[in-house]
């Protein structure tokens, strides 16, 4: 490419976004045969990808001229531009390789190779293993001498429940809480790190600090927390040494008192030990570390997993002081983390670090939402200095911290908020003109990010912590419309995949931390709906095949347990519907059996696309059985059992309704919320996923938007109008004891409909990855502009919408290889025209053509209809009232 040229000038702009196994040059992957992705972004009008060519090389030197000495692909005719798979000769441990790849458009015209990417192996094999796990303290050392130049240095390692990696005097990478959570019976994340840089001639020094995390007793682990650790090194003149974990090491307590996730930490820094973790330290009081017995998992590769880090800080907002010599800071904002703490004081002085959601009127803190959590970080000062603390293998959920002991009088800056979750990208953005709208689209953000804790867990404040598979499925579309979630809920999948026990049931819980067998169909329809998920909105078609057969068992384990077709079987049913209002019930059974058919129906589109044609007419046929026995045992004259807002909603929303009794069951439905309920739902968090979905496919986009945008008990904006910056468990304002927590993901579903309705960004799943997907925005309410975006496998993908009171204006984003059915409302208007930017596209009932990109268009409903190509496209219709 000529100097100064850019991408966007090309005619056919390079790849870009390069990404293996979902990842950006991961290291230490350990899958036989990776999957590449890549972007093909300034799209030009109507620009489609017709082939490509991937090259993969051994070597920088190859690689830069060209040769794929590991696999070249060849000229492929396809416009597949993810889950591209490896198929060249076959990947070594712990080897670095990179790729590249190129296109061609409909004219033939070839792109510029893309920049170099790249990936590297981890320890494939078992016997790559050297290293053995040891255990015998809080603080592991051991040193060595390096006497040659070193060219590459990997250090592969994980400790349990939680660890540090440290070499001459310096942390390893940014990762905390690591490794993240599994049943470590059946699978150990483990970590590749390029500590290079970190090494140098003569003694070095490499330590571990060890953390109690999930290896408990109280889980089913026996012993003591344990590491493992392996560090291959190469050198200029070709030849290579491992250090590994063993025998030889040295091990200590250290200055961390105690550590747990729920109670926090005790960490006194008069027990530190400088300058342990660097060469020349006299260890000769340290006891020799002894060989501890295998967890008995498998360790696998994290590589493709997002860690959990520290992303960013928060500075508090105001200091309360309820009580002499008590200090509560507000950071105005519900997270999870912890705080950092600067102090300086006598030695011996403990500062006591107190974590909650809420304060009462007195601005004391309130811990009842935390439950027998004791969130309390304690510091005990060493008395030299400006001293900085923040601990390492605990979080909280909070958005109070109370401060006592604290030698003086605290200022704001002695205390910031340290933000921590898994650091899933970002790729969504959504923001309208009614500002209710954009909060509770920004508490969901919070709240999701919140409970991203290496599983998807259900609230970080209290003593539970635990990945909820009920409160995942429910809001797994919602995560993935805002964040790049394929590694995270692929290795979560896994997780489920361990847990599924003989007979075929899952857990409640994953992994199975509370051994909570069988799960409650809606809550283990999980492994039904999320990699359903990864495949609609990624193409991950992998998942599907590695979970298959497990899906299978479970929907067969539902099968077993119904009576003539009706799942009788429910623990939690409609959770949490609003308790301070006329109540309804919804039968458990309804919703069990709903799932039932759910599950066996997408178990049925599963086998269809992974070519399993007598499976997918199998399990299609018992999905019609289960319907046909669903109306006959629920089905009323106008509504369905007893006639609640998710009764009616669950079956309408899944076409289950018999046609004659649609508008009947449909009416029922809107009396309740706008009669009875005054627009306002009455629903739990199943049928609030589903029910302003609902009501929009039945033309009622008008009431879903007003359920959505209330301010009164129960609503989003309720909770908002309380002080809520995230969501809480409950539609009440819970301050006591119960369901209490302030900081819960499981009713922002709700974000799927901004997306999807007030956006119109919607998915083909007969076109999965976004290849081809439909923009269908609706114009409700006070609503005067929305915008909208997600960053899918393909692209960008926008929408944005701004009117008057007889036009609008609707600008659209289309990726290079995606086709888009494109509506534009009409919003009652007659008369219609429209235009893409200066030109008339659709004029007296017709549509005149003119602009490349766009094939057609059409009339229907409140809508002219336009399929569109890659580009980006400006929308303006106008008409009279």
Sequence with gaps: ????????????????????????????????????????????????????????????????????????????????????????????????????????????????????????????????????????????????????????????????????????????????????????????????????????????????????????????????????????????????????????????????????????????????????????????????????????????????????????????????????????????????????????????????????????????????????????????????????????????????????????????????????????????????????????????????????????????????????????????EEAILNFWMPGFYEKWIRDIMDAQAEDGSVPDVVPPYWRLYPADPAWGTAYVVIPWLLYVYYGDLRILEEAYEGIKRWVDFLASKAEGYILRFSKYGDWCPPAHIRPVETPGELVSTWVFYHDALTLSKIAEVLGKAEDAKMYSELAEKIKEAFNKEFLRDDHYAMGSQTCDTLPLYLDMVPEDKVDAVLKHLINDIEVLHDKHLNTGIVGTRYLLETLTRYGRADLAYAIATQTTYPSWGYMIKEGATTLWERWEYLAGSGMNSHNHIMFGSVDIWFYKVLAGINVDPSAPGFEQFMIKPCVVGDLEHVSASVKTIRGMVACEWARTHNSIVMKVTIPVNSKAIVYVPKMGLKDVIVKEGDTVIWSKGSYMGGVEGIDGGKEEGDYIVFSVGSGTYTFSLSGEI
Excluded at 33 to 61: D, M, N
Excluded at 256 to 278: F, H, P, Q
Excluded at 360 to 381: C, F, H, M, Q
Excluded at 419 to 434: I, L
Aim: hydrophobic letters at 35%; glycine letters at 10%; charged letters at 25%.
């Design 1 to 476: 490419m000529a100097s100064g040229i850019k991408d966007e000038d090309l005619t056919i702009p390079r790849p870009t976004d390069l990404r293996c196994e979902y990842a950006r040059n991961p290291i230490g992957l350990d899958v036989a045969k990776p999957r590449f992705s890549w972007v093909l972004y300034h799209p030009k009008r109507g620009q489609v990808q017709t082939a490509y060519q991937i090259i993969v090389s051994s070597s920088i030197e190859k690689i830069m001229a060209n040769e794929g000495d590991m696999w070249d692909s060849g000229k492929v005719i396809s416009n597949r531009n993810a889950n591209v798979t490896y198929e060249g000769v076959p990947l070594e441990s712990c080897k670095t390789y990179y790729w590249k790849v190129r296109w061609w458009d409909k004219d033939g015209n070839v792109s510029p190779w893309s920049e170099i990417a790249y990936f590297e192996m981890g320890l494939l094999k078992p016997e790559d293993w050297r290293a053995k796990w040891i255990t015998g303290g809080q603080l592991l050392r051991k040193e060595f001498t390096i006497d040659k130049e070193v060219v590459k240095a990997r250090a592969y390692v994980t400790g349990l429940g939680y660890y540090e990696l440290r070499i001459n005097g310096r942390k390893v990478g940014d990762k905390v809480l690591d490794p993240g959570w599994t049943d470590y019976k059946k699978r150990i994340l483990y970590s590749t790190y390029d500590v290079t840089e970190y090494l140098k001639r003569g003694r070095n020094a490499i330590g571990i600090i060890l953390g109690r995390g999930r290896y408990i007793k109280e889980y089913g682990y026996e012993g003591e927390p344990k590491a493992i650790l392996q560090l291959n090194i190469e050198f200029a003149d070709g030849t290579t040494a491992i250090i590994a974990t063993d025998e030889t090491w040295k091990a200590s307590d250290g200055p961390i008192i105690s550590d747990d996730i729920y109670d926090g930490e005790v960490y006194d820094a008069r027990l530190e030990k400088d300058g342990w973790d660097e060469p020349g330290y006299d260890d000769s009081d340290w006891r020799r570390c002894e060989i501890a017995k295998p967890p008995g998992g498998k360790l696998v590769s994290g590589a493709s997993f997002p860690p959990i880090r520290a992303v960013k800080t928060i500075q508090p907002i105001r200091i309360l002081n309820p009580r002499p010599g008590v200090y509560v800071y507000d950071f105005g904002q519900n997270f999870t983390g912890w705080v950092r703490l600067k102090v300086s004081g006598p030695r011996g002085t403990e500062v006591k670090l107190r974590y909650a959601e809420l304060i009462y009127e007195d601005g004391s803190i309130n811990t009842k939402p935390n439950r027998k959590a004791k969130a309390t970080d304690v510091y005990i000062l060493k008395g030299e200095g400006i001293e900085v603390y923040e601990p390492r293998f605990t979080y909280h959920g909070f958005r109070y911290v109370e401060v006592t002991g604290f030698p003086g009088t605290p200022a704001l800056e002695n205390l910031e908020g340290v933000v921590v979750h898994t650091d899933v990208e970002s790729v969504g953005g959504f923001v309208c003109s009614n500002p209710l709208i954009n909060q509770i689209h920004r508490n969901i953000r919070w709240g999701q990010l919140s409970n991203l804790m290496s599983v998807p867990t259900d609230c970080p404040q209290r003593d539970e912590r635990m990945g909820w598979m009920g409160d995942a499925q429910l809001t797994a």
